[in-house]
């Protein structure tokens, strides 16, 4: 009998979070209560761990679990936007979550199944991925019991989880019966070689997948659960999720439409487009009426999955490589974004409010001045990264003969400068008042997440060939080049 060859160096970063949260569990069995905040550092020394070795792996691709698992360079790329979102939620989880070990689990697990789901090229171990990422974000949406709408938040996102995860595990199903196949290659050879028995089985099991990771993405109709979740959640969380699981259901999209479903994702595509502009128009013309900066940033995400969605309908490389390149991006702006409103507005979230970051500059000047860069590369002001960003994946929709979703990112692009410019305005606005609804101080920690995000932000934004080369790796490992 042959054993699968197990090779854990395929799964090594996850290894290492699974390990620090073992630790931070037992750690917190000897330590004090009131010293519960020190496992979030003990999170960031796992997390930065992690981070630490894609760099050593990235060189050869790594196979595990008798060919389960595949960590190429596309895995690793978007595993570092998975890290650095959950960096950022440790950082930014000094001040406004209960101290514990519970929190630094489950961000831990959360992020592991995130890595898990963009590395698996195996129908179960690619559920077992969405689940594992599911299950702690669950809970975490729900972290802070003593808010009702936290409590609230915790609830829509299980019963829409909930949905979404039948529906995904139905298409897979479907794919199986159709295949016969469980690995995405193998699928990929059986439709190739029309060895489908059962193509009605096929298209469904297409759909169903579809319709499941469009829910992790917010795309259109099936986005309605974001708005209030990002509010009620506790912004750290709000902020891991916004990124975290957006690149994990990304990775996952596109690896699945190119090596399980590449002549389907002809067949999708204009399907996808359809969705794509459609979900970046609602979420751009949605975020103009909010007041509240997390219900605003909600819908801004919104937006950004029909950028990103546009990249995988382009289908081609240069629209897989302009997605990768505008996810990392959304990662620094969006992150940048929600660390400078934890550190306005404390453990009690007062001020979340947009308008009460009026004058914010004459009373902040550090933060506001963040917060106005962060923004602006949102809405795609040069030379911030999200321009670049943008104009990439411009390029692979005119590119791939898709002018019409060009002429829908310009569109959906100009509607966005007004909600965006909107609170800057604001905060540069003079105001009589002299209180502030805003926390007194911020955790040093949160000015540190702001620091690095906005050095992402600016030096990418200059800079964008630092990072093009590399994930042009990661686009010839998905297409097997």
């Known amino acids: 009998m042959n054993f699968p060859v197990i090779n854990p160096v395929s799964v090594l970063p996850e290894i290492i979070l699974l390990a620090t949260s073992v630790l931070g569990l037992f750690v917190a069995l000897f330590l004090p209560e009131r010293r519960g905040h020190a496992l979030n550092y003990l999170g960031m020394v796992g997390v930065l761990a ?18 389960a698992i595949v960590a190429d360079h596309f895995a690793l790329a978007m595993d570092a936007a998975i890290l650095i979102s959950a960096l950022v939620a440790f950082l930014l989880g000094l001040r406004e979550v209960e101290p514990g070990a519970d929190y630094v689990a489950l961000v831990l697990w959360a992020a592991l199944g995130m890595m898990v789901l963009t590395s698996a090229v195996e129908l179960l171990s690619i559920f077992l991925g969405l689940e594992v990422l599911s299950l702690p974000l669950y ?58 028995s059962h193509p009605l089985f096929l298209e469904l099991g297409a759909a169903f997948v579809i319709i499941g990771l469009a829910f992790k993405l917010a795309l259109v109709p099936f986005h309605q659960w974001v708005p209030d979740v990002y509010e009620g959640s506790p912004t750290p969380v709000a902020a891991f999720m916004s990124v975290g699981t957006k690149a994990a259901a990304f990775g996952a999209l596109a690896r699945i439409l190119t090596v ?12 996808i487009a359809f969705v794509a502009v459609l979900t ?21 995400g919104i937006a950004q999955a029909g950028y990103l969605v546009v990249a995988i309908a382009a289908n081609s490389q240069m629209g897989i490589g302009a997605g990768m390149f505008y996810l990392i991006a959304y990662a620094f702006m969006n ?23 009026r ?18 590369a ?65 955790h ?23 990072i093009t080369g590399p994930l042009q790796h990661a686009v010839h490992a998905i297409y097997g080049l």
């Open 50 to 67: 992690a981070l630490a070795v894609l760099p050593a792996l990235w060189g050869k691709v790594q196979v595990g679990f008798g060919g």
């Open 139 to 196: 809970i975490l949406a729900g972290f802070r019991r003593d808010r009702t709408t936290s409590k609230e938040a915790a609830m829509k996102y299980l019963l829409v989880g909930a949905f979404s995860s039948g529906m995904f595990l139905y298409g897979l199903s479907f794919l199986y019966g159709a295949t016969g196949q469980v690995t995405l290659s193998g699928i990929q050879t059986a439709i190739l070689q029309n060895f489908t």
């Open 260 to 271: 399980a479903l590449p002549a389907g994702l002809v067949h999708w595509q204009p399907l």
């Open 280 to 300: 970046l128009l609602f979420g751009n013309l949605a975020a103009l009426r909010q007041t509240n900066m997390k219900r605003m940033l909600g819908y801004s």
């Open 335 to 357: 992150l940048g974004a929600f660390a400078v409103v934890a550190a306005l507005s404390g453990q009690n979230e007062e001020g979340a409010e947009i308008a009460s970051y």
């Open 359 to 376: 004058g914010l500059v004459y009373r902040r000047p550090w933060l506001a001045s963040a917060m106005t860069l962060f923004l602006l």
């Open 378 to 442: 949102l809405a795609s002001i040069p030379p911030l990264v999200g321009f670049p960003g943008k104009f990439y994946i411009l390029r692979a929709a005119v590119a791939s003969g898709g002018v019409l979703l060009a002429v829908a990112i310009v569109i959906g692009t100009m509607i966005s400068l007004y909600y965006y410019l909107r609170p800057v305005l604001l905060m540069f606005t003079r105001t009589e008042d002299a209180t502030s609804p805003f926390a007194e101080k911020a």
């Open 444 to 466: 040093w920690t949160a000015h540190v997440a702001v620091g690095a995000m906005l050095v992402g932000t600016l030096v990418l934004g200059i800079l964008p060939g630092l």
